[in-house]
């Protein structure tokens, strides 16, 4: 490789550095460029998180990869790449495993990568992240110069450097990677990340933005599975009350007067195994965000009572005379029209208002275009790992399939999917392979053209029944409630609102019947 030839590789990237580009846009320019100077059938750019590595640009890779989280300790490659101070390239018969087995794009046969070297990139002297490359010619690299990369590693930490320099000076005022830090350290948790590229969830976390430097009430709406809780620690993130904690309470899993103890607590003796006083949730989030999920499961009682304290900010706990002050912000989300709800008079009008103050809709997985297969990419990597596996990846028929399909549990049916999936698949293996493909088959998704047929009229075959009376409806009570359960994920309050029963009188019914 002449001088003239890497001169010429790195000249366009030093007169980006002094450009405002798009993050994405200047990492592409930057894996274009090393392509064109060291030529191989895969590049990508990863930025080191705690103990994962994140990829935020590939090239020649499969759309699922931007998706994934590597864990380092997981990937000896990757280890090793970071632990040298320089250029590494890989014998071509290195037994360790490669990250990107499986992951080379277009590829359903030749699967194995066989020819891989990388860079690790500092900024301010610390490890920032990787550069690599991979072929599938094993002898890809042999007259390669180390050097050269190394070079082109230098400027790559400038080109990084530079972005992230200019992305914090647009982001000043909010300021919100510093806050999301305090929110992580004060809550003990990994951040979960919120992925997608589509313009539906670019548009969400424009308005998760605005909204979250706020202290207005939110109203996250969307359809079951769609991620409304994962949305409502993103905002919480971005508020100023990022360094206080943020409480959940999921308002169906709990009976009314357990609802009222868990939001306001109880003093001891309030009623019948309350030993000692406890505090609420909305004692335990003061001064920070209280989440309510499923929130259109409250009863009119309790609305009335949250209606206070949310006008007042005082709140007394059960069986106690005493006020108690709290500030919180609330953040409340649900999968039912709580408008209609109003209308038909089984919700609070007063209370409802109260909530929508900023109503924010989160898109269904069938409107985010090719953010199943981001998504996708997550999932099997957390999957590799649970299983042991080298590489788990998807087909080009199974890529296919989940783009075509509708996903009515939406991102929580894809989670769950591709794990049973890669259960399944893994099962039909005789011996443990390296590489684990998923194909349409094995992801097993309705055919759309049966949904369509299943869509049609069809004729009502009403059965012969014989026997007792009796008897016979109880049995199709207990098939009924048992299929609406399934429909709703076991949900006692959204299967009572189908078969227009009151959630009690549902349970009631059901423990007739002997089905609790």
């Known amino acids: 490789m002449t001088a003239k030839s890497l001169l010429t590789a790195l000249l366009p990237l030093v007169s980006d550095l002094s450009r405002e580009l798009p993050e994405g846009e200047r990492y592409r320019r930057l894996l274009d460029a090393m392509r064109a100077l060291l030529p191989c059938d895969a590049a990508a750019l990863l930025r080191l998180d705690g103990e994962w590595l994140v990829p935020l640009a590939v090239d020649g890779l499969s759309t699922d990869t931007l998706g994934r989280r590597f864990k380092v300790s997981e990937h000896p490659r990757f280890e090793a790449l970071l632990s040298s101070p320089g250029p590494t390239r890989f014998a071509a018969g290195c037994d360790l495993p490669d990250p990107y087995d499986g992951l080379v794009d277009g590829l359903d046969d030749h699967l194995e990568v066989h020819d891989c070297m990388g860079c690790p990139l500092f900024i301010d002297e610390r490890p920032w992240g990787l550069l690599t490359l991979d072929a599938l010619d094993p002898e890809r690299f042999e007259p390669i110069e180390l050097d050269a990369l190394q070079a082109f590693a230098s400027l790559a930490a400038a080109t990084v450097n530079a972005a992230e320099r200019i992305e914090r000076l647009n982001n000043r005022v909010e300021d919100e990677h510093q806050r999301a830090e305090v929110y992580r350290q004060a809550s003990g948790q990994q951040n979960r990340e919120m992925i997608g590229q589509s313009k539906a969830h670019k548009r969400l976390v424009e308005e998760i933005s605005l909204v979250g430097g706020s202290d207005l009430t939110v109203l996250i709406t969307g359809e079951t599975g769609v991620g409304k809780e994962l949305v409502a620690q993103a905002i919480h993130a971005a508020s100023p009350r990022a360094d206080k904690p943020i409480i959940s309470l999921n308002c169906a899993a709990l009976p009314d007067t357990l609802v009222e103890s868990e ?44 209606l206070r304290v949310l006008q007042s900010g005082q709140l007394q706990r059960l069986g106690s005379d005493t006020e108690h002050q709290v500030d919180v912000r609330l953040i409340a989300a649900t999968n039912r029209d709580l408008a ?68 009515p549990g939406n991102v929580r049916e894809l989670e769950h999917l591709i794990g049973r999936s890669a259960l399944k698949a893994l099962g039909n293996c005789k011996e443990r392979p390296k590489i684990l493909s998923l194909s349409a088959a094995d992801l097993d998704l309705p055919d759309a053209s049966v949904e369509t047929a299943a869509e049609q009229p069809v004729a009502t075959v009403m059965p012969v029944v014989t026997g007792d009376l009796r008897q016979a409806t109880e049995r199709y009570q207990r098939q009924l409630i048992a299929a609406c359960l399934e429909r709703h994920n076991h949900n006692w309050a959204s299967a009572a609102r189908e078969l227009g029963l009151d959630r009690a009188n549902l349970g009631r019914m059901a423990k007739r019947l002997g089905m609790k």
């Open 340 to 407: 209609e709800e109003v209308r038909s008079g089984r919700y609070r009008a007063d209370f409802y208002h109260r909530l929508s103050v900023y109503p924010l809709l989160v898109p269904a997985l069938r409107d985010r275009g090719r953010d199943v297969l981001l998504l996708s990419g997550y999932f099997l990597e957390q999957n590799r790992s649970r299983m042991g596996l080298n590489s788990l990846r998807l087909s080009s028929d199974a890529q296919a399939a989940l783009l075509a399909y509708d996903w």
């Open 263 to 306: 939001l306001f607590g109880h003093v001891r003796g309030a009623f019948t195994g309350a030993m000692n006083d406890r505090r609420g949730k909305f004692e335990l989030a003061n001064g920070g965000t209280l989440f309510l999920d499923e929130v259109g499961e409250l009863s009119l009682t309790v609305q009335a009572k949250l």
